[in-house]
Every structure is written in C-alpha cells, then in structure tokens.
C-alpha cells in the first residue's frame, strides 16, 4: 500500500526530461493517419486520397486541384490564396489554434482540423493537455459552462478579425516559402503534454461533436452556419464528383451509424433541412424485434461529466452498452426507458477495464495506435503529402488490410472482437436509440437565455449538459429581454421541451418561469425540484376535503375497540432533534422469565389514506417525502404528517404493530401483529439516546431530556433504551456473521442560521449507536412484515430486493486491490463486509482508507428495487444482496413512502382488519416502478440541496483548507476524499498552478501521476509528488466564478511541510 505521503526531490541525473507529460508512445508523425484513425469513413478516406493525388499532381506539373477548386469556389477564396492552400499543412503531432485561425477561411480541411483539434482539447477536462498547453490553446469563452465542456457551445470559434486575417495572410506567405522546414521545426518546438488519445470515438461521434461545437454562434448566427456549411459539407462532399456540391447525402442506415455526410445535416436555410436524427421505429416493429432479441430495452443513463456517453444496462448483466454521441442517443434524455438496436460489430468500443464501460475513466490511451501501425516506413520527417501519398495510394490494399478485423479508434487491429486482448482492452457493445418507450426525464430544465440577433427565438442553454440547447420563443422571454439582453446574463429561468425534431440539433421549449439571480438558494433550489419533477405545489382543496374535518381529532370510540390499547406502555420515539414527522416508536419490556417484550410501532397512516381517493391519488404520484437541507417537500398534508400520524408525545396515537417476545441474546420466540393505539411518553433525539448508552449508571434529570410522561420515570425510559441497545447490539452481530454487509458513505450536515436559513457551518454526520439501535429494530420488522405478506399474498406482495453487484466489476475491483496489496475478499457481501472492517493501517487515517475503500466497492453495486412479487416468478430474484435475507420489504416508514402505505394495505387485510384490497398484480407492479423512480429522484435532489449549501458555504465561509486522500487517478486528473468535510472532488492537473508537468503511469490496473512542481527558488531541483489511491494531500476548497460552484485546489507538497 502506498504511504500516505509520496514527495521527493526530482534526481537530476536522469534521463533528459521530455516535454511535459511526454509519454514513451512515438509521437504522431501524420496528422493525416491521425484524422483517418478518428474518422473511419469511406468517404473521409477516398477525400484524403483524392487530396494527395490532387497535391502530387499539382507540385509535379502545378496543375491547379480539381477537389481544391471545387471547394474555393463554394468559398469564393480568390485564385491567389487558394495557392497558399495547400502549403499550409504541418506534420506537427499537434495543431495550434492561432496558426490554425489563419487557415479557417482558406481551406475546408484546415478549417475541418481546427474543429478537430479545439473539440480535442475542449472535449472534457478530463482529456487536457497539461499546464502549458492551457496558454496554447486559450480558455474557454462560454463562461456559463463548467468545465466539463460544452458540446453545444460554438462561442470559441468566432470569426476572424479582418486585421488578424491580414496578419496570417502574411504567415501564409512565409509557410508557403519554408513548407519544408515546417514539419521539423515545429515538433521540435512542441512543449507540452501528449494529447490524450480517444479509446471510444467512432467517426459519427467525432462528426457530431465537432459540428455541435459550432452551431451556436449568438453574436453572428448567419455566418455561422455558413462557417458550418463550408466547413462539414464541403469536406464531406463526394470525391468522385466534386463540383456536385448540391449533391444530396445518403440517409442514414438502420444498421450503421450515422456517417460524417449524415451528421453534416441541418445546415442550410430552413428550404434545405435535413435528417439529423434517426426516425423512431415503429411499436409494432419495436415488439417483435424485442420478442425476437433483435432489439433491447433499458434505461439510459448519460455520463454527467462526459456527456457525448451514454450506457444502458446488458440484458444478460455483463458490460453496459454503450452508445456513442448525441446522434446515437436520438433525443432521449437522461433517465428515459428506451429501446436500442446493437450496432455492428466493427463499430463496437475497445476499452481498457470494465471500469471504462461504465464511462468512469478519461484515459483515452493510443489514439494514433492504428495509423501508425499501419503505416509504411518512411524516411525520417517526411512531407505530409507524400506520406499521405505513399500510404493511402492503393485504396484497394487499404481495403485489404481491415477486410477481416475491427478498426478500434483506441488503436490496434481486433482479429475477434469478443475475445478480450491480451493487454487487458475489452469489447463493448455499442448500441443506438430507435424507440423511447416512456419519457422519464421531466424535460424542464434549468439554464440561462442567449440573444440571437435577427431571430424570433432565443437560445436557452441548460445548466445540465446532457440536455440540449433550446429555442425559445421571444414572446416566452421577458419583455424588454430583446432591448436589454445583459439584464438577464445571471438569471435562472425555468424551460420545458415541447418537441425536438428529427431535422434539428436543437429542441424546442417554452420558457416556464424566471426563478430568480442564479446562485441565491431559494431559485436554485425551486430550479432543482421543478428539473427533477418534484411536486411541491400547495395540496388541492379535493385532497384537503379527505382529511378529517373536526378538529382537534380524537380516536372515534369504536376503532378503539378494534384495536389492541398499548397507551400504558413505555414506549418512546428516537428521531433528530429536528424531525417532525415522527413514524416510528419502540418499546422493551422485561418478563418474569428473563426475556423481552419488543415493539416496533409504525403510524397508521392507511387509516386516514383510504384506497382511491383523491388524496391517495396525490400520495401515489409523490411517493416519497423529499428531504432538502432547509425544508422537506412532504408527500402528505402537514395536518396528517406532522400532527394526526405523527408520534407526538402525549398523545393518543394510531399504529401498525408488531411485538416479539425476544432473548437477551436476539433469539426471537414469538411475533405478534397487529392494529394498535399507543401513547408515546417522549420524544428522544439521536443525542439523547446517545447519552443514555454512554452513561448507564448516571440518573438523568428531567431538565436534561424532552418533557416526559409522569406516568413513566425517566429512569423506566433509561433502562428501555439500554435493553434496546444490549439486543440490538446481538441482533446486529448476527446480522454480520450471517453474510450482511454495509457501506456506511460520509453524509454532510449542516447548521443553518433561523432566519436566512443560510449555513452557518458544516460537519460529517456521526452515525452511532443510537442510530443503530433503531435501524436494527426497524430492520427486523421489515423482514418480518416481507415474509407475513409474501405468505399471504404471494401474487401482490411489494417487497424490495437488491441485486448482487456486477461481476465484471467487482472482477476488476478484486484485480486492483491485489496489485495495490489491499486483502479484500469480493465474493460475497458477507466477506466483502468482513475485509471492510479488517486493519486498513493503523494510524489516524485508517478510516479515511476505509472511507475510500467503502466507495471503491460501492462502484459496483446496483440500486435496491421495489417489486411486486407475482411479477417476478423466480424467488431467487427476491433476494436483498446487502442485507443477505431471502425476503424484505418497506414497513416503518409510511409517511414518508408510499411503497410503506400500499404494505400496510396487504398486512390489514391478511390480519382481516382492514377492507378487502382492491389491488392486481399489475397495479403493485405499475406503483412499484413510480417508487422506484420517485426515490431515485428524492436521492438525487437531497445530493444536489447539499451540493448547493456547500457551495454557499465555501463562498460564505472559504477559502477551507483541508487534508485529502485520493480515491482515484486518471491519466490527467485524481479524485479525491477532503477528509473534513467528507466531499468528493476532481482535481485537474492542467489547472494546477506551480505545475511543471505531470506523468501518468498505469501498470496492470494501479494508476499513478507523478507530478513534477517547479521549484520557488531556481536554484533547487523540482519536486516530484506521486499520486495514486490512498496518498495523501493538503487541498484547498475555493468558490468559482460560477454561482454555487467550487474548486479544490491542490497545494504544493513543501507548502504542508512533506
């Protein structure tokens, strides 16, 4: 395992040093291989060749190009500068902007490479250069985008000054006369980092993203899509007949992707649209390619930080597919349910690890492998064309070459793509849309308004890459935006798409609202709900009328009766000090005989939600209460979740029940379940149960607790809570020796000031003892209720299971762990459980390894699902992963989750005290999936509300120092753990200030980067500082420009005294 700290003086002796972060890989010596390795196309291919015959012939005999002339003339580029053409290509393994610029307005191919090599460098962070790259090739201008990039963004290519045009006029007049030199000297001059090669781009991605880059130009939307025009289509136009340059491209295939002609389309004026999307199948021909496996459904899940990627999940649970740009994903968003057709073999991805197929690592490793490879020897530093000349001469023997294998854009030739090489690369299966099956994303979006001269709609631009740009109406937008477009640059609104066409890489919406300046918590917040479909509107009077109209409600004489009276028990509630909807209680009697009365009491909250009204309509639709870090959108009316269900102390209550008689040692020897009624005697925080277990003997006073039920003494309540933990300690270590497992993740808290609401400060969350005392409890009476229901109701039971982790994933996991020297055994969750818990180092960072190994192994779990058991035939599906039990399901919390009122439902009426369900398996299952889509967006908006009050935090309270560990490197950035704060974060070596350069390093599947940090004092050597998981480093948590966003900063290593 590596040392916590890894800092040493750089040995000066070495070998002479390349450029920073040079790799041992030859560098690229064409830049034409380079481009044809990327963009595999017949016609970029024949281009290429026609190009070189073109240039041959034109330096043997200075006969003008046909190809060139053809494209100058759709250019109107004058005779003398088309000359220049051709002089103005480099053999440099990397293309400047500035130099490029001069050539955008001369040649389609220099301007084709200029796309190329800004949407190479741009393309995410992940993949920059290193840091004297960032003054080669600029920042970014859009400053709404994060750093991730913009696909959509054109605003980096504005067009050329007339008095820059004249400069490079005259730098072309130079190539021209010292082409030869060209080559040499400038990858001589070359200082920096390699470019990251691609492991995943076919050729219609890089077509697609190069092209977006470019369609949004606010200041000059007309020249732009000329610029796009010439540009994409020109290059793209027919070799065999280059004059026919209204020539109509080939639609797209069923079976292939999208070609670059294809993905040139939408340029012309609104007379010449064309296809950019794929039509949708049928329904009819959907259903029999399903049936037939031709077709295969899922739920699309796009890469958050590298969003031209998108996945679904594999039918037979091995790698996801993938699917490749926005072209392939043919307007479904994230979240939605679609149906993909598997593209051919030839066009799947290679990549490095498992890992990668889950679209979690940048390393985009020999991008030129394949050029290269194929390449003929040549003499050194050879002009462009005759490299070009000699190598693509002979299409037929090109042809040959791939006849039986699978061009890879990570390089390298596959004899059989379904046999994993033996450099560790493996095939994945690319796929594209053909169907959406079920919208689930809520297509409204938050994003900023962009003015467009002289068009009757504006452009919004989501804060969410994955959602594309949209046109707006003007009329949508405020009155004055047209006149004063500047007031609204820092204004959040609120869009939702109404429709994207087959020909538009644009959507289109209508704005739905103004939420307020971007940065402030409230807009950001309501921009979030909205974004996520979260229902927080003010309940209708229709629901309102359900609820009990004489107030204050009292328990009717006659269900008293019906239920068993539970009100002289000790029983008590154990919440945070701040909840209001209390749902559960607990009780622990001593018999005579040694043993134990337990209860868990759960509010009976289907006694007030009758089946089928309008207000048990609301619920199903909400599902779930949504916890934000300032307020809870609550799934029922406040009068029933925080008053008539709620818990409170010293009052009359009604609940579900279920009591065992228990051993001290866990052992349960009967259960009993049952309607009941009950008198909570105190409302107990975490803090006061806490201090309860931690003080035994102590006699507290009745100033240090809540107010409490004279009926009971305090210290009745003390002994309660310490039987409770004695067997709930026993009920847990079964739990654990019998195969469970728990991935305890940091969870930030924060304290708020009472009237702002603002945070006043944040800490890590403590999960103790009383914490588990309660989960154990409510543990056990979910498996118990699970298998009352399923016994009763094996067709219409709602149960949850938990898939076991992906084996691929966890194949690779085990690998790593081997190679970094961890002992972690991966074959069941029990064993995993067991090597969580076993000695990571034993010094004050042992739980920051276990915090980071928690989230390595997380990596490969799949998310718990509710279901409904006649609908899934096979019981061994059944089966909870983590918990390691055959059967469980949600009881105990039914204000919150509606998945717990429909159990109640089943457990009243197999108990025959409850009306007769109305329920089918087809409902059950129907609601199950609501529930599971509903918790998997109430997760997400609780993840974001803190991400957000972090943020305001380090704004408010920052810059914060803290110490990190890391938790995964790439091959130009590492994530990692701040420690204090329990936060996530990537830090990007190109934006590391004080960096000389870096080295990335993987053997097997151990990732390393050196970094090399320039001395403060010239006259010492450099510090290197090796990365790799588990080392430790002193960051720095700044606020960005950006609203809401932050940045941790990497400090210099001598700067914490390593």
Known sequence: MDSPRQSKKANLKREPKRGQNQSSTPPQKDAYARLLSQHRSAKFSLYLEQYAKDLSRQREGNE????????????????????????????????????????????????????????????????????????????????????????????????VTPNDSTKHQKQQKKNKDSNRDVVSKETKSFVGLPQSPKKASTSGQEQEKMKSKKKNLPKHPEEERSRERIGVDTLMSRPKSPHNIDKKPQQPRASSTISPADKSKNKGGRGSRKQVFESYMLSEEVSRGLKRGELIQGQLRINPKKFHEAFIPSPNDTRDIFLDGIVARNRALNGDIVVVQVLPQEQWKVVRSDTDCEGAS???????????????????????????????????????KFQNTTITDTGGLLEDPSIPRSNGEIVQKTAKVVYIVEKKHSRAVTGFLKFLPDKPFAMFSPVDHRVPRINIPLADCPEDFSSRPGDYTNTLFICRITDWAADSNFAEGRLAKSLGQAGEIEPETEGILIEYDVDFSEFSDEVLDCLPKNLPWTIPPEEMKSRRDLRKECIFTIDPATARDLDDALSCKQLPDGNFEVGVHIADVSYFVEENNALDAIASQRATSVYLV???????????????????????????????????????????????????????????????????????????????????PIDEIHQAVLNLHSIAKNLRAQRFSGGALRLDQLKLSFTLDKESMMPQGCYVYQYRDSNKLVEEFMLLANIATAHHIYGKFPELALLRRHPPPKAKMVDELQELCDQLGIDIDLSSAGALHKSLNTTLGDDEYTSARKEVLTHMCSRPMQMALYFCSGALKEEQFFKHYALNVPLYTHFTSPIRRYADIIVHRLLASSLKCGPPLGLSTEEVSKQASRCNDKKTMSKRVQELSSELFFGVFVKECGPLDSEAMVMGVLDQSFDVLVLRYGVQKRIYCKSVAGLDSFHHRKVGKKSELTLVWTPEDSEKPPVEQVVSIFTLVDVQLKADSAPMKYSAVLKRPDDSGS
């Open 64 to 159: 003008p190009s046909t190809l060139l002339n053809a494209q100058s003339d759709r250019m109107n580029i004058p005779q003398r500068k088309r000359d220049q053409v051709p002089n103005d290509f480099s053999d440099s393994s990397d293309f400047s902007p500035s130099s490029l610029k001069s050539k955008g307005e001369d040649s389609s191919l220099s301007l084709y490479m200029e796309k190329l090599s800004s949407q190479n460098a741009q393309q995410d962070c992940d993949r920059k250069q290193g840091v004297r790259d960032r003054q080669r090739w600029g920042q970014r201008r859009d400053t709404t985008t994060s750093h991730d990039g913009d696909i959509e963004s054109g605003e980096e290519f504005s067009s």
């Open 362 to 400: 940048e390393s985009e490793t020999q991008r030129e492998h394949m050029a290269q490879k194929m390449q003929k020897k040549t003499e050194a530093t050879p002009r462009p064309d005759v490299i070009v000349e000699d190598q693509y001469s002979d299409q037929d023997e090109l042809n040959s």
């Open 630 to 712: 300032q307020k809870v959108i609550p799934m029922l009316p406040r009068l029933l979740c925080e008053e008539l269900c709620s818990l409170n102390p010293l009052t009359d209550r009604l609940t579900f029940s279920v009591i065992w008689k228990i051993t001290p040692e866990g052992k349960i020897l009967s259960e009993w379940f049952g309607r009941s009624v009950i008198r909570s005697c105190v409302k107990l925080s975490y803090d006061h149960a806490q201090s309860m277990i931690e003080a035994p003997e102590k006699m507290f006073s009745a100033e240090e607790l809540p107010p409490v039920d004279p009926v009971h």
